[in-house]
């Protein structure tokens, strides 16, 4: 089961995410995933929204791997090095995470990231079984 509380009140209008989510079943936890492609090397070197697509593929494949899709994930943590990134990030984003049950979200501006040339790392805490009838 999982319930989005999408904005509670109270809180401000949230920007491509949930406020909360609350949720039963197996949690899967992806490691921060970021901009290398299968062969380790590095996609878009200067170019956030190819990085952001690359982060993405990566988290889709990790999850598959745990029998989890992006409808299952209830929590992003997305680290950036330059938050002018951020409208590249949130439109390759919406393209992944369903608009109108987004995951929660942190979004961390970080000094840097462990290669120069990553801009964008991102983690994911899913929930697979108990919900949608799985």
């Given at each position: 089961?999982?319930e989005?509380?999408?904005r509670?009140?109270?809180?401000?209008?949230?920007?491509?995410?949930?406020?909360v989510?609350?949720?039963?079943g197996?949690c899967?936890a992806?490691s921060g995933?970021v901009?290398?492609?299968?062969?380790?090397?590095?996609?878009?070197?200067?170019?956030?929204?190819?990085?952001?697509e690359?982060?993405f593929?990566n988290?889709g494949?990790?999850?598959?791997a745990?029998?989890a899709?992006f409808?299952?994930v209830?929590?992003?943590?997305v680290?950036?090095?330059?938050?002018a990134?951020?409208?590249?990030?949130?439109?390759?984003?919406d393209r992944?995470?369903?608009a109108?049950?987004?995951p929660a979200?942190?979004?961390?501006r970080?000094?840097?990231?462990?290669?120069p040339?990553?801009?964008v790392?991102?983690?994911a805490?899913?929930?697979?079984?108990d919900?949608?009838?799985r």
């Amino acid at each position: 089961m999982i319930e989005h509380y999408p904005r509670p009140a109270g809180l401000p209008a949230p920007n491509g995410y949930s406020h909360v989510v609350a949720f039963a079943g197996r949690c899967v936890a992806v490691s921060g995933q970021v901009p290398l492609d299968a062969d380790g090397n590095v996609v878009g070197p200067g170019d956030p929204e190819a990085q952001a697509e690359q982060v993405f593929r990566n988290l889709g494949t990790a999850l598959a791997a745990a029998g989890a899709t992006f409808a299952d994930v209830v929590k992003l943590t997305v680290f950036l090095t330059d938050l002018a990134d951020l409208p590249a990030f949130r439109a390759v984003r919406d393209r992944y995470v369903n608009a109108t049950a987004p995951p929660a979200s942190s979004l961390v501006r970080v000094v840097g990231l462990v290669h120069p040339a990553f801009r964008v790392e991102i983690d994911a805490l899913a929930v697979v079984g108990d919900h949608d009838g799985r």
